[in-house]
């Protein structure tokens, strides 16, 4: 089994999304432990809708592959167009971001460096 550390975020009916989300990705694992819930600001996007971001820790068999893979069917059920080649850049309706393997202590964005401690981790 391998622990990800990850992220999730939404800008549009952020609530809705990310309860949803959750939903979705518990079914994925019996073993996944979310932090709080933070607003932030938009990053490299020109928009003026806030988000709303978690990070999550989730234990799974799969690989790395399979699991982004997973988080891909996710976002396209709640709507989000992963074609779109500027899709990086626009409102969302869920974004899920695998960070790294928690063992190899993934880099995480420093907005969200504060949601590590709910997680058990150290900044």
Known sequence: MKKYLCSLGSNIEPQRNFSQAQAELKALSKTISFSR????SPVNMNTDRNFLNALF???TPMTTEKLKSEFNRIEEALGRDRSDPQRSFKDRTIDIDILGKLE????VPEYLTSLLTDLGLTP
């Open 37 to 40: 819930n933070i607003p932030t």
């Open 57 to 59: 820790i989730i234990q």
């Open 104 to 107: 190899e202590k993934p880099q």
